[in-house]
């Protein structure tokens, strides 16, 4: 990671090409105007294929898993040291700029043109491995946790709490980006970084 950070709520050229910095801003609420109505197009798909009981537990499930998801996406790909030129320019893309650049409002979320294709790659593996109901289900609540992180990341770094479950979850998220970039990956849970051992925050 680069040790650069901007206090500023501004938002850094990423790119020389206007279309592909167009493409990289994307305002926090458009995942969830994409997403809902996908939700809900599965959960009747679902539901009429799947019990009423089963399909509330793989549900559920979903939202479970997510949160697993969002721990490896963050901990393992977007925390990735890279050793090439190539590779550390990818990475500041997918999520060095975030760091960088903590209060850019236009790169908090993941462009669709990348989202889209990841939401549709899981889909086909969800139900190939659990069947079009149960794996309709599934990836239903997999993008309902995907929505809510998405919410939560913008309102940690957006919206002003100064008690309550927000601003714990946002001193948390804090932490991850100004005391120890090695900790806290987590964003809307920090189940899994106490079931792996990555709670405790390090002082620079």
């Known amino acids: 990671m680069k040790k650069f950070i901007s206090s500023k709520q501004?938002?850094?050229?990423?790119?020389?090409?206007?279309?592909?910095?167009?493409?990289?801003?994307?305002?926090?609420?458009?995942?969830?105007?994409?997403?809902?109505p996908v939700v809900g197009v599965l959960l009747v798909q679902a539901?009429?294929?799947?019990?009423?009981?089963?399909?509330?537990?793989?549900?559920?499930?979903?939202?479970?898993?997510?949160?697993?998801?969002?721990?490896?996406?963050?901990?393992?790909?977007?925390?990735?040291?890279?050793?090439?030129q190539f590779g550390q320019r990818l990475h500041w893309i997918a999520h060095g700029v975030h760091h960088d650049y903590p209060n850019d409002p236009k790169r908090l979320v993941l462009p669709p043109v990348?989202?889209?294709?990841?939401?549709?790659?899981?889909?086909?593996?969800?139900?190939y491995l659990l069947g079009t109901g149960n794996g309709s289900a599934f990836m239903a609540g997999f993008l309902t946790g995907y929505m809510a992180y998405e919410f939560i990341h913008y309102a940690v770094h957006h919206l002003t709490a100064?008690?309550?479950?927000?601003?714990k979850m946002r001193k948390w998220h804090m932490k991850h980006h100004f005391k120890d970039e090695?900790?806290?990956?987590?964003?809307?849970?920090?189940l899994w970084d106490y079931i792996f051992k990555t709670h405790q925050f390090k002082s620079k």
């Open 10 to 36: 501004e938002t850094p050229q990423m790119f020389k090409r206007p279309w592909m910095e167009i493409l990289s801003k994307v305002p926090w609420f458009l995942p969830h105007l994409l997403f809902i």
């Open 47 to 84: 539901y009429s294929l799947v019990s009423l009981g089963a399909f509330l537990a793989i549900f559920i499930g979903g939202i479970f898993f997510w949160t697993l998801a969002e721990y490896f996406f963050h901990r393992i790909i977007f925390h990735y040291e890279c050793t090439s």
């Open 114 to 127: 990348l989202s889209v294709p990841l939401a549709t790659f899981f889909y086909f593996v969800y139900t």
């Open 162 to 167: 100064k008690k309550g479950l927000l601003a």
């Open 182 to 190: 090695e900790a806290g990956f987590g964003v809307s849970s920090p």
